[in-house]
C-alpha cells in the first residue's frame, strides 16, 4: 500500500474529514435540487443513430427555463399592437401558462379572451360573451358555457375534455369546439373596446407560436390607417378568410370598419354564425360585407407546426426558404418552451433582427434529425401499395423502404407503418412521435439541400 512522504503525515487527520464533509455538502446539494428538465416526445425522439449526439447534448445543456429570464430583448414597434389570445376552459390551465412565462412575457398590451373568466398566473382571461345578446344563452352550443357560469370548472364532464378526430367540417362533436366559433365576433368588439387606439390587432390561439420580430419587420411594409386583414388564406365555399389557428392581423382602419359593421348587423350575424361551423370563416365574411377583403400571407403565417414545416420546398409556387415565418400552429407547451430558448437565444445576437425558415430548419431543426427514428412519424405520404406502385411490397423492413428511398434522387425521407407499408417523401420533416411507425431520412441528401439553398442575403416578405 502507498505510503504518505513524512512532512504530509500531519495533515492527514485534518484532510480525511474535510474531504467527507466536502463530498457529503456536494452529494446532499445534488440530491436537494429537484429542478428537472422534462422534454416531451414532440420535441425529441428515439434516437438510434450516432449522428442525434449534438441533439442530446444540446437538450442536456439547454438554456435555463425561460421564466427565469430577467430581460426583455428591445422589440421596436410593439407598443403599438394589441396582442388577443383567444383560448377556452378546457384548455386554458393547460395551454396558456408557457405562453405567460414565454412568448407573452414581454408584449406591453395583450388580452386574453375565454369562455370562462379566471386568473391564470397572474392574467385574468375576459369572458368574451359577457355583452353578447342573452338569447344566445338558449342555443345548445352554449352549454358548455351556462355550466361553467354557473359551477365553474367543476361542472365540467370528462366529455368536455375529450379529444375527437378533426374531419372536413371541424370537431363538432366537442363541447368546447362548438362554442369557440361564437368567439370571433364578439372578440373582434372586445379587442377594439379594450384598445381602440392600437395600430395592429393581432389575434393568436393558446397553440399558436409567435415570433415577435418578425412580425414587427413584416408590419412595416403596411400602413396601419388601410383597411387590412393579414392571414394565411383558407377557401369554404366562395368565401376566402384567415386561418384562425395560423394567426391573423387586422389594421386598426379595418379593425373599426369590422367592429362598427357587426354591431348594426349583430343578430343578423348571429344567425350567420348559427348555421356556419367555423368561426374564423364567419369573421372572414364579416369583413368583406364591410369592404374589406385578405391580404394573402403564407408563408408568414401556416397552418403547421414547426415540426411539420417543409422548410427545404415550396407551397403555391413560393419557397420557403428565405422568408421569415411569424407564427407556428399546434405547438404543445413544451414545443413553445424548446422554441422559445432557440428564439431568445437566436435574438440575443444583436444583428439579427429576423429569423428565416431556412435559419430554423438549418439550426433547430436539423440537428434533430436522425437517419432511423422508432415510433416517429415523418409524414412521408408517398407511394402505394397497388400495381402501379414500384416500391417494395407490402410488409416491407427498413432496410428495403431505405433502399427503395435511395433508388430516387428526390426521396429524403421514408417510413415504414404499422402496416409494414413503406411510403417516402422529398420533403424533410422533424415528424411527430406515433407509436408503431419507424421512420427515416437521408442525411446527406439534406444536408446537401441545406447546401444549395445557402445562407439568405436578406429576408423575402409577403407585400
Same mark, same amino acid.
Not at 160 to 165: L, R, S
Given at each position: 500500500?502507498?505510503?504518505?512522504?513524512?512532512?504530509?503525515?500531519?495533515?492527514?487527520?485534518?484532510?480525511?474529514?474535510?474531504?467527507?464533509?466536502?463530498?457529503?455538502?456536494?452529494?446532499?446539494?445534488?440530491?436537494g435540487?429537484?429542478?428537472?428538465?422534462?422534454?416531451e416526445?414532440?420535441s425529441?425522439?428515439?434516437?438510434?443513430? /450516432?449522428?442525434?449526439?449534438?441533439?442530446?447534448?444540446?437538450?442536456?445543456?439547454a438554456?435555463?427555463?425561460?421564466?427565469?429570464?430577467? /430581460?426583455?430583448?428591445?422589440?421596436p414597434g410593439?407598443?403599438?399592437?394589441?396582442?388577443?389570445?383567444?383560448?377556452?376552459?378546457?384548455?386554458?390551465?393547460?395551454?396558456?401558462?408557457?405562453?405567460?412565462?414565454?412568448t407573452?412575457?414581454?408584449?406591453?398590451?395583450?388580452?386574453?379572451?375565454?369562455?370562462?373568466?379566471?386568473?391564470?398566473?397572474?392574467?385574468?382571461?375576459?369572458?368574451?360573451?359577457?355583452?353578447?345578446?342573452q /338569447?344566445?344563452?338558449s342555443?345548445?352550443?352554449?352549454?358548455?358555457?351556462?355550466?361553467?357560469?354557473q359551477?365553474?370548472?367543476?361542472?365540467?364532464t370528462?366529455?368536455?375534455?375529450?379529444?375527437v378526430?378533426?374531419?372536413?367540417?371541424?370537431?363538432?362533436?366537442?363541447?368546447?369546439?362548438?362554442?369557440?366559433?361564437?368567439?370571433f365576433?364578439?372578440?373582434?368588439?372586445e379587442?377594439r373596446?379594450? *384598445?381602440?387606439d392600437?395600430?395592429?390587432?393581432v389575434?393568436l390561439?393558446?397553440?399558436?407560436?409567435?415570433?415577435?420580430?418578425?412580425?414587427?419587420?413584416?408590419?412595416?411594409?403596411?400602413?396601419?390607417?388601410?383597411?387590412?386583414?393579414?392571414?394565411?388564406?383558407m377557401?369554404?365555399?366562395?368565401?376566402?378568410?384567415?386561418?384562425g389557428?395560423?394567426?391573423?392581423?387586422?389594421?386598426?382602419?379595418?379593425?373599426?370598419?369590422?367592429?362598427?359593421?357587426?354591431?348594426?348587423?349583430?343578430?343578423?350575424?348571429?344567425?350567420?354564425?348559427?348555421r356556419?361551423?367555423a368561426?374564423?370563416?364567419?369573421?372572414?365574411?364579416?369583413?368583406?360585407?364591410?369592404?374589406?377583403?385578405?391580404?394573402?400571407?403564407?408563408?408568414?403565417v401556416?397552418?403547421?407546426?414547426?415540426w411539420?414545416?417543409?422548410?427545404l420546398?415550396?407551397?403555391f409556387?413560393?419557397?420557403?426558404?428565405?422568408?421569415?415565418?411569424?407564427?407556428f400552429?399546434?405547438?404543445?407547451p413544451?414545443?413553445?418552451?424548446?422554441?422559445?430558448?432557440?428564439?431568445?437565444?437566436?435574438?440575443?445576437?444583436?444583428?439579427?433582427?429576423f429569423l428565416?425558415?431556412?435559419?430554423?430548419? *438549418?439550426?433547430?431543426?436539423r440537428?434533430?434529425?436522425?437517419?432511423?427514428?422508432?415510433?416517429?412519424?415523418?409524414n412521408?405520404?408517398d407511394?402505394d401499395?397497388?400495381?402501379?406502385?414500384?416500391?417494395?411490397?407490402?410488409?416491407?423492413?427498413?432496410?428495403?423502404?431505405a433502399?427503395?428511398?435511395?433508388?430516387?434522387?428526390?426521396?429524403?425521407?421514408?417510413?415504414?407503418?404499422?402496416?409494414?407499408?413503406?411510403?417516402?417523401?422529398?420533403?424533410?420533416?422533424?415528424?411527430?412521435?406515433?407509436?408503431g411507425?419507424?421512420?427515416?431520412?437521408?442525411?446527406w441528401?439534406?444536408d446537401?439541400?441545406?447546401?444549395?439553398?445557402?445562407k439568405?442575403?436578406?429576408?423575402?416578405?409577403v407585400?
Amino acid at each position: 500500500m502507498p505510503t504518505l512522504p513524512a512532512r504530509y503525515g500531519r495533515w492527514v487527520p485534518i484532510l480525511i474529514p474535510l474531504a467527507l464533509i466536502t463530498l457529503f455538502l456536494h452529494l446532499n446539494a445534488g440530491f436537494g435540487d429537484t429542478t428537472q428538465v422534462v422534454l416531451e416526445p414532440a420535441s425529441f425522439g428515439t434516437v438510434n443513430e /450516432t449522428e442525434a449526439t449534438s441533439t442530446i447534448s444540446t437538450s442536456a445543456t439547454a438554456a435555463p427555463p425561460a421564466e427565469k429570464a430577467s /430581460t426583455c430583448h428591445p422589440l421596436p414597434g410593439i407598443d403599438d399592437i394589441l396582442v388577443v389570445i383567444k383560448t377556452g376552459i378546457t384548455e386554458a390551465q393547460h395551454k396558456l401558462p408557457v405562453h405567460i412565462r414565454t412568448t407573452l412575457r414581454c408584449i406591453p398590451n395583450k388580452l386574453i379572451v375565454s369562455d370562462f373568466e379566471e386568473e391564470i398566473d397572474g392574467l385574468r382571461t375576459l369572458d368574451v360573451f359577457r355583452n353578447v345578446s342573452q /338569447t344566445l344563452y338558449s342555443n345548445n352550443d352554449f352549454a358548455l358555457y351556462n355550466r361553467a357560469r354557473q359551477g365553474g370548472r367543476a361542472a365540467l364532464t370528462d366529455e368536455d375534455h375529450t379529444k375527437v378526430a378533426n374531419s372536413a367540417s371541424g370537431m363538432s362533436d366537442n363541447p368546447g369546439w362548438k362554442l369557440d366559433k361564437w368567439k370571433f365576433l364578439p372578440m373582434i368588439q372586445e379587442a377594439r373596446a379594450h *384598445r381602440p387606439d392600437a395600430k395592429w390587432y393581432v389575434f393568436l390561439e393558446a397553440d399558436t407560436y409567435p415570433i415577435w420580430p418578425n412580425l414587427l419587420a413584416w408590419l412595416e411594409n403596411y400602413d396601419s390607417k388601410e383597411k387590412l386583414y393579414l392571414g394565411n388564406q383558407m377557401m369554404i365555399g366562395d368565401t376566402t378568410f384567415a386561418h384562425g389557428g395560423s394567426g391573423f392581423v387586422i389594421s386598426n382602419a379595418a379593425m373599426h370598419a369590422v367592429a362598427d359593421f357587426y354591431t348594426k348587423h349583430a343578430e343578423e350575424w348571429n344567425q350567420i354564425t348559427d348555421r356556419e361551423w367555423a368561426g374564423d370563416c364567419v369573421l372572414g365574411m364579416a369583413l368583406a360585407k364591410a369592404g374589406i377583403g385578405l391580404t394573402w400571407s403564407w408563408p408568414h403565417v401556416t397552418t403547421q407546426s414547426v415540426w411539420e414545416q417543409d422548410a427545404l420546398g415550396e407551397g403555391f409556387g413560393t419557397p420557403q426558404w428565405c422568408f421569415p415565418p411569424f407564427t407556428f400552429h399546434h405547438m404543445t407547451p413544451a414545443d413553445v418552451e424548446e422554441m422559445w430558448k432557440f428564439d431568445q437565444e437566436w435574438f440575443s445576437n444583436d444583428n439579427r433582427t429576423f429569423l428565416t425558415y431556412g435559419d430554423i430548419f *438549418r439550426n433547430f431543426v436539423r440537428p434533430m434529425l436522425t437517419s432511423v427514428s422508432d415510433d416517429w412519424d415523418n409524414n412521408a405520404p408517398d407511394g402505394d401499395n397497388h400495381a402501379a406502385y414500384l416500391g417494395p411490397s407490402t410488409p416491407a423492413s427498413m432496410y428495403e423502404c431505405a433502399e427503395h428511398c435511395a433508388r430516387s434522387s428526390e426521396c429524403m425521407q421514408y417510413r415504414v407503418d404499422e402496416h409494414g407499408r413503406c411510403t417516402t417523401s422529398g420533403w424533410a420533416l422533424r415528424g411527430l412521435p406515433k407509436p408503431g411507425i419507424m421512420s427515416g431520412t437521408m442525411l446527406w441528401r439534406v444536408d446537401a439541400a441545406i447546401k444549395q439553398r445557402g445562407k439568405c442575403r436578406k429576408p423575402k416578405f409577403v407585400t
